[in-house]
């Protein structure tokens, strides 16, 4: 393999690292992969104000490793990137189910017993 084109390999590798670095990014995504989850739910898991979880989301979205989908005037993010998924899975072990934050008041969240009630 020509050195230019591993070495490409290894920026990417070196980028996901960064990311997967920043604890509150890390409790995102492990947060992400017990299930879709809307920004709300996860600015109550953090325990952050919006605007830093939407900050920590759009660096994950930007490096593809997170998706969003529009529904109404709620915004819900799952992880796209299947290497993310084994990394987590490797480092923290398996995902637990989802979790119940009372505080949520997304309608979905709700409407799906996840963090509401």
């Not at 670095?21 to 919006?50: F, M, N, S, Y």
């Not at 998924?85 to 969240?109: D, M, N, S, T, Y």
Request: with cysteine; glycine share 4%; net charge positive.
């Amino acid at each position: 393999m020509p050195v230019v084109k591993r070495f490409d390999e290894y920026r990417k590798a070196t980028a996901v690292f960064r990311l997967l670095a920043h604890p509150a990014r890390l409790q995102i995504l492990d947060e992400l992969r017990r299930g879709e989850a809307c920004v709300c739910h996860l600015q109550t898991v953090l325990g952050r104000p919006q605007a830093y979880v939407s900050q920590q989301l759009r660096v994950l979205r930007e490096d593809g490793v997170v998706v969003d989908a529009k529904d109404g005037l709620n915004v819900y993010y799952r992880i796209a990137d299947a290497r993310v998924l084994r990394l987590l899975e490797e480092v923290l072990g398996p995902a637990k189910p989802a979790r119940r934050a009372p505080a949520c008041p997304c309608p979905h969240c709700a409407e799906h017993d996840v963090c509401c009630k």
